[in-house]
């Protein structure tokens, strides 16, 4: 069972920056990817980033393009979004999930408990 735990989350004035982490127990399938969520006040859970196991590839959220940057170590332990010149619309849990082949980030094989970003002057 992979189990995820977020971190790195706090407030930031807008143009600041910040890098969550989200630790990974267990061992993700080579096929999957891992996805960073967020959920603005409000609104429902939409993704951010993703990166896959096999062979590194990324995609990104339009309005986030240039500004982050997901990456994972070489072991595969740890999961980060590398957040640039954030905006207040950034303000949003993050979640990190973990998405196998046969599933859409909507219903991930799991999910951590969210770290609180915040972009405020």
């Known amino acids: 069972q992979v189990q995820l735990v977020e971190s790195g989350g706090g407030l930031v004035q807008p143009g600041g920056s910040l890098r969550l982490s989200c630790a990974v127990t267990g061992r993700p399938d080579n096929w999957d990817w891992m996805y960073w969520l967020r959920q603005e006040p409000g609104k429902e859970v939409d993704w951010v980033a993703r990166?896959?196991?096999?062979?590194?590839?990324?995609n990104y959220k339009n309005s986030v393009k240039g500004r982050f940057t997901i990456s994972q170590d070489s072991a595969r332990n740890t999961l980060y979004l590398e957040m640039n010149n954030l905006k207040t619309e950034d303000t949003a849990t993050y979640f990190c999930?973990?998405?196998?082949?046969?599933?859409?980030?909507?219903?991930?094989?799991?999910r951590g408990q969210g770290t609180q970003v915040t972009v405020s002057s």
């Open positions: 990166i896959s196991l096999a062979e590194g590839h990324t």
């Open positions: 999930a973990r998405v196998d082949p046969t599933r859409r980030w909507t219903n991930p094989n799991s």
